[in-house]
Nanobody, 121 residues
Framework: QMQLAESGGGVVQTGGSLKLGCVVS???????????VAWYRQAPGKQRELVAG???????LYADSVKGRFTISKDNAEKTVYPQMNSLKPGDTGVYYC????????????WGHGTLVTVSP
């Protein structure tokens, strides 16, 4: 089992910044920080997509669309994962979720409520 609590979303203008946070807990994250974990987003009318994540080794990976703008970090003691999102664009608008890292997020069955990010033109 897992629990995921995302926070930090809001409305920001193009070019602005936001820092989201996700507290993870439960048996699925018992080996955190060695558990692969990622942030995903779902834009209106689109499928959920990977934004950024940590592999179990600690190696970070990013979607091409956010490279150079987003930085993912984590607080091991607090079991929290953060994406710092800079130079935001309207295309970054969506609901942001965290979960275990996978190339097939649609196969994950447990999700948090997510946090909405709206980037205005």
């Amino acid at each position: 089992q897992m629990q995921l609590a995302e926070s930090g979303g809001g409305v920001v203008q193009t070019g602005g910044s936001l820092k989201l946070g996700c507290v993870v807990s439960g048996s699925s994250f018992a080996t955190f920080p060695f558990t692969p974990v990622a942030w995903y987003r779902q834009a209106p009318g689109k499928q959920r997509e990977l934004v950024a994540g940590f592999e179990g080794s600690g190696h970070t990976l990013y979607a091409d669309s956010v490279k150079g703008r987003f930085t993912i970090s984590k607080d091991n003691a607090e079991k929290t994962v953060y994406p710092q999102m800079n130079s935001l664009k309207p295309g970054d608008t969506g609901v942001y979720y965290c979960n275990t890292l996978t190339r097939t997020p649609d196969e994950l069955t447990v999700w948090g409520h997510g946090t909405l990010v709206t980037v205005s033109p």
